[in-house]
């Protein structure tokens, strides 16, 4: 055989493995939209197997989109770049909002669909109550964060303190990790973060703390009432069987155990379970008592 015939036959050979690949042939994409909240690089490297499940069963290429924090995934839906995303409470209350996203699927871990604030400390700061925050310096995470900012801010309403007049310092670590560790470390004197349950047995230090010696360092001082919890939400503007595939997905990996692992190891949830906009009520009313209106949240970020 000539060598520009094995070459042809190679050339026929990397094509058809090509056609065969995983890239669906259909020309048509997926944008989904990650909140990132841990450190970027972790939730995309969290999201790919569920990306590359999406794009095996929908037969279509799925793009991933993280953003550096949660207002750009707002932002996202609102210019109509995104098909679907993942939200917290906080962030799709604004989405709803400002874009024609419905939401579809909401998270649940062991069985609840809920999940809280928790007001952090060293176990040794000496602080055993929200009234000692006064005079102390404070961090909260994503301005959007449910649990790291609007939820501890109407907690605070309620006990008749005014972060900005009543901490020495104020500020917006950007994730719940970074919060953990800025307690642990003595870079501020609490912060706010979440817990799945409101009795420390699962909560964000257990997560991002490996060493039990450093979990043993942060204590609670308290939890919120129980909050909504983060949602799929979808573009409306997505074809309505495409939108309905989505859902039956995620419901379908919600039901067995290599499911549950990847939703665990992205957002430590255990899957999902239908939501309605209703739901998410009593986010609003928080955002309401917490004193931060919608579209100035919004309207901040982008300035």
Known sequence: MGSSR????????LLLVVSCGKSPPSGKILRVGFVPAEDVQQVIQNAQPIV???????H???QPFVATDYTGVVEALRANKLDIAFLTPASYVLAKNEANVRVALKSERKGSAYYYAAIITRADSGIKRLEDLRGKTFAFGDPLSTSANVFPRKMFHEHGIDPVRDFKQILYSGGHDATVLAVLN????????YANSPDSTDTAWMRYLKNPEDIKKIRAIAFSEPIPADNLVINGSLDERIAKKVEDIFLDLSRNPQGKKMFRDLYQIDGFVPATDKDYDSVREAFAIAGIKLKEALQKKRS
């Open 52 to 58: 590359e499940i999406l794009q095996k069963q929908l």
């Open 186 to 193: 003595g870079k501020v004197d609490a912060g706010a973060t």
């Open 6 to 13: 094995r070459i042809l036959l190679l050339l026929i050979s």
């Open 60 to 62: 279509m290429e799925v």
